[in-house]
């Protein structure tokens, strides 16, 4: 029986996460050593959890290892008394290199690779401070933003944008460029979501996670930026922390100039005759914003704590734009009209958060309630004075726009973790979110004195939206092989009414099922492979919905279509992390198949304007390839890169015409990090887009360079940033439409090339009081 007794292995276990407890860490390594051999290595799971199993009496160190993070190395004791012992929660420090050293001794890469998502971490990306959210995406691996603002994910614009994992009215494109980088703390991009995420967005969901203050004491950060076009912004946040309370603010005010061109080349045919038009439009842009966010964190005890926040956000943007069409063909006269138009716009977002969180005694369990209520108004006044120059000047007119939208959602839910056993976990929850819009729109024209409203564009909508989603997920882990099943299920219900005559457009409901599979199996101690499986729905919105346009150009429009259907995609993806000494690599095999897929199609109606509305096509089918890797070449030089290269197929049509096509693109970004002597850092982002088309559009290739270099200055509490964006001014989109009549080629510069100079300092009053000289908590 003593014999017995002194071979008695025990078993290891414990959680890895960031400083911030919240964030677990995935998928790292976990060594167990007697020097000087290494005894085994572990990976941990997608919640941080870590198991080592037959261990025998001895001394032994743990070291902790993940990409972005300092390594961790603790002793560890086993007496073989217990035959379990736990670690608890072990935190890592973010690997941030101290500046204010004249050599550089360690260096991270601003982006960590896991199976399940990658995390870009904003506070390392030079190139994006002083800018939006918006440029803080651009610069996400697998994510583009078009010149207009629009994000896509591994090319694909059916994308779910969340912020700190709920939805928010700040996703839309206006939204995103209002919110400071310097108040982002990650980005997460999810590919295959498992099902406690909505089951919109058929490409995936980006997940902005804002910063919250973490620091003892009273702690902040204050941010001056200036740049050409001009850019004046003050940027700050204001946090205090001290036993119970957590008091955290974000605030802003800025006044930026944006410049833009579009041009347009046609030729339409009728009668066997061509007619010409070519069209400059000149953009000048201006907005004013101030911003602020303010919230409480109190921890009741232990066990509870509540959260309560709001944040507002209020602009008015200044535009001026001017188009020139110039007018000749076959026994027309040259014509030569131009459009000057000046609108101003104000727009007002309000946000309400409450969270409840409750966790118990026994590790991983968690009760939350969430509450959010999302209100906001935007009301725009928009003056176009026409004239033509050539032939008759006489002919003149002023066209007076107005659109009106507001909106209200409301959001409640509730999620419940708890491990059914050592390695079993089952989780569920539930949602429900109500959201009501209203839009209006009209147009007059003043011709000689007499104003009279332009037909078909006097308008207005109310839309209705209720969302109920509840699911249930089941994860656990045999020997190596860890699985997670899980399964959602959301009812939705859409009415959209006509404020004018009180009729019904659109009256639909409908519920649908979305199951997600995701597996995970080590099959080395520096390599993973997982692979994912899961379905999702693009539902559409309002502005794809809406069948009467805006007049903003006499050339063309765009319409919703009031009778499109949602697209349903089933979505598989295996993927592949490795890490070999310095070089980190993220290869990923995708498929995805979209029954009812969107895409614009464009015809000319009997008076020559252009008319462009989204379609229901009957499928898409996607495969692809994407790889990510990061590799330290030097204590002083990493690099990271991203290749995406996918193919596509599709087949439908619109009344007679067929809209079946394939065709493959591909896409590469390259950026680099460089530390020089004297606290200097450069950073430096190249990128290509290859050509692409569809059934009617041809996009021409285009690539851009963008670079920011710093110094680190006053101890590291202070940093100077000079930043370029297209620096060559080369990130133009150039299309080329075809239909039955007519040849369209289009140039949009939606922003020039930006320079940015901005300077921000930080401070913490706690911070000199107590040095911690351990990683643990």
Avoid: C
Avoid at 142 to 163: E, M, Y
Avoid at 203 to 220: E, H, P, V, W, Y
Wanted: proline share 3%.
């Amino acid at each position: 029986m003593s014999s017995l007794s002194a071979q008695t292995l025990t078993q290891i276990s414990g959680t890895l996460s960031a400083e911030d407890p919240n964030e677990k860490l995935g998928y790292a390594s976990v060594v167990l050593k007697q020097e000087p051999l290494v005894i085994e290595t572990v990976i941990t799971n997608d919640k941080g959890e870590f198991n080592i199993e037959g261990i025998k009496a001895g001394k032994y160190t743990v070291e902790f290892q993940f990409i972005g993070f300092q390594s961790y190395i603790m002793p560890l004791a086993v007496d073989g008394a217990k035959t379990k012992i736990n670690l608890g929660i072990v935190h890592l420090k973010s690997d941030v290199t101290s500046l204010n050293e004249v050599v550089v001794t360690s260096e991270t890469s601003q982006v960590s690779l896991k199976l399940d998502k990658k995390v870009f971490d904003v506070g390392k990306d030079l190139i994006s401070k002083g800018g939006s959210a918006t440029q803080v995406l651009d610069n996400v691996p697998a994510v583009r933003v078009d010149p207009t603002g629009a994000v896509s994910l591994r090319g694909n614009d059916n994308v779910l944008i969340l912020i700190n994992g709920r939805k928010s009215g700040l996703t839309s494109i206006q939204g995103l460029q209002q919110i400071p980088a310097e108040s982002i703390k990650s980005v997460e991009v999810i590919t295959n979501p498992s099902s406690r995420y909505d089951a919109s967005g058929s490409a995936g969901i980006i997940n902005i996670i804002l910063k919250k203050n973490i620091k003892q004491d009273l702690s902040g950060s204050m941010t001056l930026i200036g740049g050409v076009p001009f850019d004046s912004r003050v940027l700050g946040s204001l946090n205090y922390k001290k036993g119970k309370f957590n008091l955290f603010s974000n605030f802003g005010v800025r006044y930026t100039d944006y410049v833009g061109l579009n041009t347009r080349d046609q030729v339409t045919t009728a009668n066997g005759s061509d007619l010409f038009l070519n069209q400059r439009e000149d953009q000048k842009r201006h907005d004013d914003g101030r911003l602020i966010y303010l919230g409480l964190d109190y921890f009741i005890n232990d066990y509870n704590s509540i959260t309560t926040a709001f944040y507002r956000n209020s602009t008015k943007d200044l535009d001026k734009n001017t188009l020139n069409y110039n007018f000749s063909g076959e026994g027309t006269p040259d014509t030569y009209i131009q459009t000057i138009g000046d609108s101003e716009e104000h727009r007002s977002y309000n946000q309400l958060e409450f969270n409840y969180t409750k966790t118990f005694k026994k590790p991983e369990r968690k009760f939350t309630v969430d509450f959010q209520y999302d209100f906001w108004d935007s009301a725009k006044d928009f003056n176009i004075q026409r004239k033509t120059i050539l032939p008759d000047l006489a002919d003149q007119s002023v066209i007076n726009t107005k659109s009106n939208r507001s909106s209200d959602d409301i959001v409640i839910q509730s999620d419940y973790v708890t491990p059914l056993s050592e390695n079993a976990n089952f989780e569920a929850g539930v949602k429900v979110e109500n959201r009501i819009v209203s839009t209006g729109f009209s147009a007059n024209e003043e011709i000689e004195g007499v104003v009279k409203p332009i037909e078909g564009f006097n308008n207005g909508l109310d839309y209705k939206e209720q969302i109920l989603g509840a699911y249930i997920q089941y994860g656990n882990k045999i020997k190596k092989f860890s699985y997670l099943l899980g399964l959602r299920t959301e009812y939705t219900k859409v009415e959209i009414t006509d404020q004018n005559t009180k009729g019904v457009l659109r009256d639909s409901s409908y519920t649908r099922l979305f199951p997600s599979v995701n597996l995970s199996y080590p099959l080395t101690e520096k390599t993973t492979v997982q692979l994912n499986y899961s379905q999702r729905i693009n539902r559409p919105n309002l502005d794809q919905l809406n069948p009467f346009p805006e007049l903003q150009d006499f050339n063309s429009r765009i319409f919703g279509n009031i009778n499109l259907l949602p697209s349903l995609t089933d979505g598989a993806e295996l993927g592949v992390l490795s890490k070999i000494k310095g070089l980190t690599i993220n290869p990923s095999l995708y498929y995805s198949k979209t029954t009812n897929n969107f895409q614009y199609f464009t015809v000319q109606n009997a008076a020559g304007v252009f008319e462009t509305f989204l379609v229901n096509l009957d499928n898409e089918k996607r495969f692809g390839l994407e790889v990510s890797a990061q590799y330290a070449l030097a204590k002083w030089l990493s690099l990271s890169a991203e290749f995406n290269a996918y193919s596509f197929s599709q087949e439908g049509s619109v009344a007679t015409t067929n809209l079946d096509y394939s065709n493959e693109t591909w896409t590469a970004t390259l950026m680099s990090q460089i530390k020089f002597p004297q606290n200097f850092t450069f950073q430096s982002k190249f990128e290509y887009q290859a050509p692409v088309s569809d059934a009617q559009t041809k996009t021409k290739s285009y690539y851009y360079l963008s670079t920011a270099l710093g110094k680190s200055l006053l101890n590291n509490n202070g940093m100077l940033t000079l930043s370029v964006s297209n620096i060559f001014n080369t990130r133009k989109i150039r299309e080329t439409t075809v239909g039955s009549d007519f040849v369209v080629n289009q140039m949009t510069n939606f922003n020039a090339a930006r320079w940015n100079l901005n300077f921000n300092y930080k401070f913490n009053k706690g911070k000199n009081r107590k040095e911690h000289q351990s990683n643990r908590k």
